[in-house]
């Protein structure tokens, strides 16, 4: 699926979304107001209606400016579409298109060494990465090195089992390349999705203050007015 669709499909997925949240928000506020007369009361029960929407619509808005910054920062894909993308260190990394199962290591460099079966498990230990593919080959990634060392070459599935239990790789302690993608996209995103969250909850607390204020204040003007008649 392209990027296109991808954002597309998701587009009507939480308009839709909006909509249903809007209606049952509409309804809590509704109970409560039904029979009583003051002036705000239709834009109170409109706002209950719209924040879903709202929400999400920033959610989205913000998310289109800062999902690219955030793309570019962390050598991450974008997060939209059938790309996947993940730094391995500073001169490899891990990408997929569709699905993850198909995830291969490339380079930066394109005169770089790069792994094109499909990997099957990673570890990370003491600052290094350490892939299996599934032909049953293993490679070293250091932090800082260009080069990759090979640890076993399409060996045999015995002698890979004796490697991997000298240098404690169990698959229980493993990372497949989907957990691998889905990590890393949550560490990039950690302080731009506090940020999103804030901004988005400011302006709803801004919409819903000022309209209580507003309700608040022709309240005390009306007390106000029947006290003098």
Not at 2 to 28: H, Y
Not at 44 to 55: D, V
Not at 103 to 131: C, F, G, K, M
Not at 185 to 200: C, D, S, T
């Amino acid at each position: 699926m392209g990027t296109s669709f991808v954002l597309l499909f998701w587009i009507v997925i939480l308009a839709i979304l909006s909509c249903v949240l809007g209606g049952i928000a509409l309804v809590i506020p509704y109970l409560f107001v039904r029979k009583k007369q003051f002036k705000g009361k239709k834009a109170l029960l409109t706002l209950a209606t719209l924040s879903p929407m709202i929400f999400i619509g920033l959610e989205l808005i913000i998310g289109f400016i800062s999902f690219p910054i955030v793309s570019e920062r962390y050598k991450v894909d974008i997060g939209i579409g059938d790309y996947w993308q993940a730094p391995i260190n500073d001169y490899y990394y891990l990408f997929a298109i569709d699905l993850p199962e198909t995830a291969r290591v490339e380079s930066y460099n394109t005169h770089n060494q790069s792994i094109n079966n499909p990997i099957l498990y990673l570890w990370n230990t003491n600052d290094t990465t350490i892939v299996l593919t599934k032909n049953r080959s293993m490679y070293l990634f250091q932090p800082h090195a260009s080069a990759i060392d090979t640890i076993a070459h399409e060996a045999k599935q015995q002698y890979l089992d004796e490697i991997m239990a000298k240098m404690n790789l169990l698959e229980n302690n493993a990372i497949t390349p989907e957990d691998y993608f889905t990590k890393t996209q949550q560490e990039a995103h950690k302080i731009e999705r506090v940020i999103r969250h804030g901004i988005v909850i400011l302006v709803l607390m801004l919409l819903w203050g000022g309209l209580l204020c507003y309700i608040k204040k022709n309240k005390q003007l009306e007390n106000k007015k029947a006290s003098i008649d």
